[in-house]
């Protein structure tokens, strides 16, 4: 299989870098230039811009293209692709999308690199694409997402747009929410002449999203996945809550119940994590106390402050 592949970036020096390393063969500044007789489109772009792009690129786009969007949101991109798409004269589509998310390689976990030089040709090797096309999308644009995906070394798992853009609330915006309150609170703190000298690993990697996610994006990625994220929300906090009164109560017993019990789930997953097996997971052991059960612990629950306003 031989391809051309042309990079679009407005900054010149990662192109450069990108044409450098042979990530792409060349690479054009211009977008509608970029794409203009591109059979495949990928399209890998800070979600705040991803409206204005598909404005854009959709009505220059080829006849039969075929779009592959790595955005975090899939239902939005389906609606912009049906806004924006060319159609023909019986209001048929002539372009197509197909949402995609990579769960690259276990060697690239924890190293948080987006830039193009954390670039590597193994990063999706025996990795899981999520591939969540639009009801509507023709069989063929699904099969070339899945022949595409298996040149590049990976495996492909088809999941529904709704679904996806529930379990990314919790995966990618919670996370990105914690850290940027977290930094908030400190650079706030009365203690953040001395904090901002201290900050090692721990801390920086829950607030790398600040590196790489604009303040637009973001923006964005909180909105338009409110519902998703308010719940998953609501749920961290009620766990927080939990942990804050054992805190409180001096419960050691309580909280040392708790951490194991978080430590040797998190092994389990790790393991299963770097292997890529995931059958046959033990089921998560019922651990009674102030911190009720540990079953289903990230199901939504009310806060407790609620509650109490509640019975007054």
């Known amino acids: 299989h031989t391809f051309t592949i042309i990079g679009n970036d407005p900054k010149v020096l990662p192109m450069k870098d990108a044409k450098k390393m042979g990530a792409v063969d060349d690479f054009e500044r211009g977008v509608i230039k970029a794409i203009g007789n591109a059979n495949l489109v990928v399209i890998s772009a800070p979600y705040g811009i991803v409206g204005d792009l598909y404005e854009a690129i959709g009505p220059n786009l080829k006849p039969g293209a075929v779009v592959f969007d790595f955005s975090l949101h899939k239902q939005p991109v389906i609606e912009l692709a049906n806004a924006h798409f060319p159609r023909n004269n019986q209001g048929q589509p002539l372009a197509y999308v197909v949402g995609i998310t990579p769960v690259i390689a276990a060697s690239g976990l924890y190293k948080g690199d987006t830039g193009v030089e954390g670039a590597s040709a193994d990063l999706f090797e025996k990795a899981e694409f999520l591939v969540t096309p639009d009801a509507k999308t023709p069989s063929e644009a699904i099969d070339l997402a899945g022949d595409v995906l ?102 050691g017993e309580a909280l040392d119940a708790y951490l ?16 890529g097996e995931w059958d046959d997971v033990a089921q998560i052991e019922v651990l009674p106390g102030p911190l009720g059960s540990m079953t289903g612990f990230m199901q939504l629950t009310r806060r407790k402050k609620d509650k109490e306003e509640d019975e007054e």
């Open 260 to 275: 194991t019990l978080v430590q040797a789930e998190w092994e389990k997953w790790d393991v299963k994590r770097f292997s």
């Open 150 to 251: 298996q040149l590049v070394g990976g495996k492909t798992r088809f999941m529904d747009p709704g679904e996806h853009d529930g379990l990314i609330a919790v995966t990618e915006e919670l996370p990105m929410l914690v850290g940027t309150s977290l930094f908030y609170l400190l650079q706030r703190s009365e203690g953040w002449k001395e904090l901002r000298r201290m900050v090692n690993p721990t801390l920086a990697l829950m607030l790398q999203n600040l590196r790489t996610t604009s303040a637009q994006d973001m923006q964005a990625l909180f909105t338009q996945n409110r519902a998703n994220l308010l719940r998953n929300l609501e749920a961290y906090i009620g766990l927080l809550d939990q942990i804050r009164d054992t805190l409180a109560d001096e419960n």
